[in-house]
């Protein structure tokens, strides 16, 4: 009789663990299994724990669907990995949710759903509504001939900070001789024209310092974002064991933003909102708020906040402080394994520039090869390789399968980006796959590294304008080689929310 019972014990708990490893909604797409407390994220880590994303792509052969399911923690989740399934989740109104109840994402906003990014409450849209129309005033989307000229101004910097070394003990640690410490050497440049944007001022050479400190605290954010921060998303309760699944690391960095921008904020006193044209961003919002009290509207008060304003500004500033930089970096490290391809864009800079001025976004439209150059290191090195996590806020289909409420939705960008189905050869680095055969014109783009729709990186204009002026003002003034012993491969990255290449040493050469 025991022996019955047990057996019946036993046969019963496999009956339930194999429905729990198994069961999934109805009329949803293949699925991988999962197993207690992470779910199936346990079979992404064994697949690959550093970039647990490039598991997605042995279940897409495995069954055979570019759309496949499974379950992060308690989440049921669906994967999409193609293109025409990407665009879809990215443009369709049904996945503009966010998974905001996630008490990491709520831990970096004062414990409320605040900015951008992690939110999809009415909020959202009116915060990035005023945002958007404002920060254009200051360049932020549109081109605007002050802010092109900070740029060039903060390029030259660079450039001479390169050629003629370092003035400080700070720049010390970045420059030894021809030895330029990447991408540590980009991040003045690169927040100094987001805090523009922001403050309406720059931060002089000497402040860089300062720059270099904010970009550190972008790193330490969302390296806290890696797989151990995968982790922390789906089981708070780990966020009890210190740093050791990524969570002070996460809440630091982006205390150290949040700082930043408060300090600025706590310096502005009345008299400078009274000013007939307020100078940067948060000036503008510090007015909005200013009006409202004034006005007594209470629920614009509770729309326009110091805390709503410091997230907003968080959530623009981040990607310029982290994003860019490792774009470039990305960028550099090509240069470097594909010596052709950093001589072919060089020549075409020195026809179409030549080197007494710097390049100009007017000069995009004729520097096609160093534009394609920017795409394809885009593409095969897909910066945010599940993008930010979408949410149906309703049920409803998805290449006939049902997508029920609340689902997670994820786009493998990076997936999609390396689909050969979509790119032939998605393995090597080719820029010509941007131009037209006759290489005169640029060719339609079929990436998206900034994502699509209303949920697009707010940011990518800017961001492009960026990395084109520095990339390109970089490759007129120097050869790039490796140095021996330094991380300078193609594999050695980091991962986080978005992956960046390892800090490291290379030798830039004055071409003339």
């Not at 802010?147 to 390169?162: A, K, R, S, Y």
């Not at 240069?335 to 075409?348: A, F, S, T």
């Not at 007017?362 to 910066?383: C, G, P, Q, S």
Request: glycine residues 6%; charged residues 25%.
């Amino acid at each position: 009789m025991d022996l019955v019972l047990f057996t019946v014990a036993v046969s019963l708990l496999i009956y339930l663990s194999f429905l729990f490893a198994t069961k999934k909604p109805e009329n949803t797409p293949p699925g991988i299994i999962r197993l207690p407390i992470w779910g199936s994220y346990w079979l992404l880590l064994w697949g690959n724990y550093k970039f647990p994303h490039q598991t997605l792509n042995y279940y897409v052969k495995k069954y055979k669907s570019k759309v496949i399911s499974g379950y992060l923690g308690e989440f049921f989740t669906i994967f999409v990995n193609d293109y025409q399934s990407v665009r879809e989740v990215l443009t369709r109104r049904e996945f503009e949710g966010r998974l905001n109840t996630v008490e990491v994402f709520r831990a970096r906003a004062f414990g409320k759903k605040l900015g951008i990014f992690f939110n999809d409450d009415y909020e959202w849209q009116e915060q990035k509504r005023f945002a958007l129309r404002n920060l254009r005033n200051f360049g932020f989307g549109r081109r605007h001939g002050n802010l092109e000229d900070d740029l060039n101004e903060e390029v030259q910097i660079l450039i001479d900070t390169i050629k003629y070394g370092p003035i400080n003990d700070d720049e010390k640690k970045i420059l030894k001789n021809d030895l330029v410490y990447f991408p540590h050497i980009l991040f003045p440049a690169c927040a100094n024209m987001i805090w523009k944007v922001m403050a309406g001022d720059k931060l002089s050479r000497e402040e860089h310092s300062k720059l270099r400190q904010l970009c550190l605290c972008a790193t330490r954010f969302q390296k806290g974002g890696d797989t151990t921060g995968g982790a922390i998303s789906m089981t708070g309760w780990l966020k009890y064991f210190g740093n050791m699944f990524g969570f002070q690391d996460f809440i630091t960095g982006n205390k150290g933003i949040i700082d930043f921008v408060k300090r600025f904020i706590d310096e502005t006193d009345d008299k400078m909102l009274e000013e007939k044209v307020q100078k940067g961003f948060l000036r503008t919002y510090l007015r909005e708020m200013k009006i409202n009290k004034e006005k007594n509207t209470l629920d614009n008060d509770a729309m326009f906040s110091e805390e709503q304003l410091i997230m907003v500004a968080v959530d623009f500033m981040f990607p310029a402080l982290s994003a860019v930089p490792a774009v470039l970096g990305h960028c550099i490290k090509y240069m470097l394994h594909n010596p052709k391809v950093m001589k072919r864009v060089q020549k075409e800079i020195d026809d179409v520039i030549g080197y007494e001025r710097l390049p100009g976004l007017d000069d995009r439209k004729n520097l096609l090869y160093t534009e394609a150059t920017i795409r394809e290191v885009l593409r095969i090195e897909t910066l945010t390789p599940l993008s930010v996590t979408h949410r149906a806020v309703q049920t409803t289909t998805l290449n006939n399968y049902t997508v029920p409420a609340d689902t997670i939705v994820i786009t493998n960008l990076a997936g999609m980006h390396n689909d050969p189905d979509l790119w032939g050869d998605p393995e090597c680095f080719r820029p010509n796959r941007f131009l037209t055969e006759d290489e005169t014109k640029l060719v339609k783009d079929y990436t998206f590294p900034f994502g699509l729709g209303r949920r697009v990186c707010a940011g990518e204009t800017f961001a492009r304008f960026v990395i084109f002026i520095i990339f390109a003002s970089l490759m007129q003034h120097f050869n790039f080689e490796l140095v021996e012993g330094e991380p300078t491969g193609l594999n050695d990255k980091l991962s986080g929310l978005i992956v960046q290449p390892k800090n490291t040493w290379i030798r830039c050469k004055r071409r003339y």
